[in-house]
Nanobody, 121 residues
Framework: QVQLVESGGGLVQAGGSLRLSCAASGIIFSIDAMGWYRQAPGKQRELVATITRPGSINYADSVAGRFTISRDYAKNTVYLQMNSLKPDDTGVYFC???????????????WGQGIQVTVSS
């Protein structure tokens, strides 16, 4: 059983900042990758940013230079610092974790419930 606790969403004006957090807990032997995805109304879920255990980071072109993903390995927590927010950044942001429950177990993917981010113009 894995739990993901997301926090930090809310309403902000364009140009403002928010910081999202996602803490993973439960039966976790190791985490391969953590990341954030988002889904705007009427649109498909899309990648925002991911970070793997070796520290490789990937950003969507639409957020590169404005958003920063980071990870606290000791706390199994991933953060997303979002600066210069735009109305197009509005949506539900989902935390995702790729993890293994045991040393030889298969890699699993788990999603958080999502957190609303609304950017007003």
């Amino acid at each position: 059983q894995v739990q993901l606790v997301e926090s930090g969403g809310g309403l902000v004006q364009a140009g403002g900042s928010l910081r999202l957090s996602c803490a993973a807990s439960g039966i976790i032997f190791s985490i391969d990758a953590m990341g954030w995805y988002r889904q705007a109304p009427g649109k498909q879920r899309e990648l925002v940013a991911t970070i793997t255990r070796p520290g490789s980071i990937n950003y969507a072109d639409s957020v590169a230079g404005r958003f920063t993903i980071s990870r606290d390995y000791a706390k199994n927590t991933v953060y997303l610092q979002m600066n210069s927010l735009k109305p197009d950044d509005t949506g539900v942001y989902f935390c995702n974790v790729d993890f293994r429950a045991t040393r030889i177990g298969a890699k699993r993917s788990y999603w958080g419930q999502g957190i609303q981010v609304t950017v007003s113009s």
